[in-house]
């Protein structure tokens, strides 16, 4: 847990800086399957595109990528995410609009961002086209994630789903969905989430 304060309170700075011994290391083992995959790449230009608070950046993607560069759309989120990772690089953008030239990184991860577009297509084409190869995604699992959230009493009246998550995918509906542009490598499962390796079209 970061001895950072808060500058804001967002969900995502609610769900890492959590007190709870269990959610804590569900999340720990979360970064840990990102950064095995991230590492097997080879890449060397790495974005982590909706990096929020950069959590996931200083946990999964620095170790392998000291140069990984951030990209969120909430600059009170990058403040944040600076103050976190004072050697990263960072940049206010939006996902479904990216502000770089195609190819422009060897590996692109998005973690827990496509569930809360609208237009989830876009945001998938943009990452598409600003990797040069690798693409490294995750969404929560559902029903999985919903059913965990509810059981703890969280979002009940919306039966446990996350008032932000616009789409809702299983382990298998969310690999079809990438699958219609680029190559599923590998899939992992850490509870409660989906995390996909991919290959962009050459």
């Given at each position: 847990m970061t001895n950072l304060t808060?500058?804001?309170?967002?969900?995502?700075?609610?769900?890492?800086?959590?007190?709870?011994p269990l959610q804590r290391a569900l999340i720990a083992r979360f970064h840990r399957a990102?950064?095995?995959?991230?590492?097997?790449t080879g890449a060397r230009r790495a974005l982590?595109?909706?990096?929020?608070?950069?959590?996931?950046l200083q946990?999964?993607?620095?170790?392998?990528?000291?140069?990984?560069?951030?990209?969120d759309l909430s600059v009170?989120?990058?403040?944040?995410?600076?103050?976190?990772?004072?050697a990263s690089p960072?940049?206010?953008?939006?996902?479904?609009?990216l502000p770089f030239p195609d190819g422009a990184f060897d590996l692109v991860a998005c973690l827990e961002v496509?569930?809360?577009?609208?237009?989830?297509?876009?945001?998938?084409?943009?990452?598409?086209?600003v990797s040069a190869r690798w693409l490294l995604l995750s969404v929560p699992n559902e029903p999985l994630f919903r059913g965990a959230n509810f059981l703890r009493g969280k979002n009940m009246r919306q039966l446990g789903n996350d008032p932000g998550h616009l789409?809702?995918?299983?382990?298998?509906?969310?690999?079809?969905?990438?699958?219609?542009?680029?190559?599923?490598?590998?899939?992992?499962?850490?509870?409660?989430?989906?995390?996909?390796l991919c290959q962009t079209a050459s």
């Open positions: 808060p500058m804001h309170s967002s969900s995502n700075l609610r769900k890492h800086t959590s007190g709870n990102v950064a095995q995959l991230a590492a097997q982590d595109a909706g990096c929020g608070e950069g959590f996931g946990a999964a993607l620095v170790p392998s990528f000291p140069a990984a560069l951030g990209l009170e989120s990058l403040q944040f995410a600076r103050r976190l990772n004072p960072f940049v206010a953008g939006s996902l479904t609009a496509l569930e809360h577009l609208e237009r989830p297509e876009q945001g998938l084409e943009e990452l598409c086209r789409n809702h995918w299983s382990a298998r509906s969310f690999e079809r969905f990438v699958a219609r542009r680029c190559h599923v490598v590998a899939r992992r499962q850490p509870f409660p989430w989906t995390l996909v």
